[in-house]
C-alpha cells in the first residue's frame, strides 16, 4: 500500500475516533486514558500491517510470550 492509501484509512479512522469521542468524553479519566491507548496502539499496528502485510498479528504475538507460560500450567 502507498502512503497515500495509509493516510485515507488513517484519516477515516480518526473520524471514527472522534465521533466516538463524543460518548467517551462523559467517562472518568482512567476510562479515557484506557480508550486513548487502545487507540493508538491499534493505529499503529494497522498502520505496520498496511506497510509490511506479512508481519504477524496480534495472536502470533500473544502465542509468543505467553506460550510457555500456558504449557507450565497445564
Do not use: C, Y
Not at 499496528?45 to 506497510?51: E, F, G, Q, T, V
Request: proline share 5%.
Amino acid at each position: 500500500m502507498t502512503w497515500k492509501s495509509i493516510a485515507i484509512w488513517m484519516g477515516l479512522s480518526l473520524l471514527i475516533a472522534v465521533t466516538h469521542w463524543i460518548q467517551v468524553r462523559r467517562a472518568p479519566m482512567r476510562e479515557k486514558a484506557a480508550w486513548v491507548v487502545i487507540l493508538l496502539l491499534s493505529f499503529l499496528l494497522a498502520a505496520a500491517l498496511m506497510l509490511d502485510p506479512e508481519l504477524p498479528g496480534p495472536t502470533q504475538l500473544v502465542n509468543k510470550v505467553f506460550g510457555r507460560l500456558g504449557t507450565l500450567i497445564q
